[in-house]
């Protein structure tokens, strides 16, 4: 059974910083491409960091410069560091594994807020 367990979310202040971080098992880790996405009420899912295979990272331009995507193999964990974070990352983070197939987290909520 694949589970994905997201952890990190809170509450911050407008240009604080939070790690992500997304267990995984049930699945052979290395082999997946991981990725982030997050969801705002009213808005759809938006992509925000995936990192491949390989280690290979890309952002969406909102993420550029402030988010850093990792993952370290051996823990089977993907993380993601936020910094200079503002009001409109507010949103539900689900980390995604696709190789393929896709598979979801329950997602956690980052809410920033002064």
């Known amino acids: 059974q694949v589970q994905l367990v997201e952890s990190g979310g809170g509450l911050v202040q407008p240009g604080g910083s939070l790690r992500l971080s997304c267990a995984a098992s049930?699945?052979?880790?290395?082999?997946?491409?991981m990725a982030w996405y997050r969801q705002a009420p009213g808005k759809q899912r938006e992509l925000v960091a995936v990192?491949?295979?390989?280690?290979?990272?890309n952002y969406t331009d909102s993420a550029k410069g402030r988010f850093t995507i990792s993952r370290d193999n051996a823990k089977n964990t993907v993380y993601l560091s936020m910094n200079s974070l503002k009001p409109e990352d507010t949103a539900v983070y689900l980390c995604?594994?696709?190789?393929?197939?896709?598979?979801w987290g329950q997602g956690t909520q980052v809410t920033v807020s002064s």
């Open positions: 995604n594994a696709r190789l393929y197939n896709a598979y």
């Open positions: 990192i491949t295979r390989s280690g290979s990272t």
């Open positions: 049930g699945i052979i880790f290395s082999a997946y491409a």
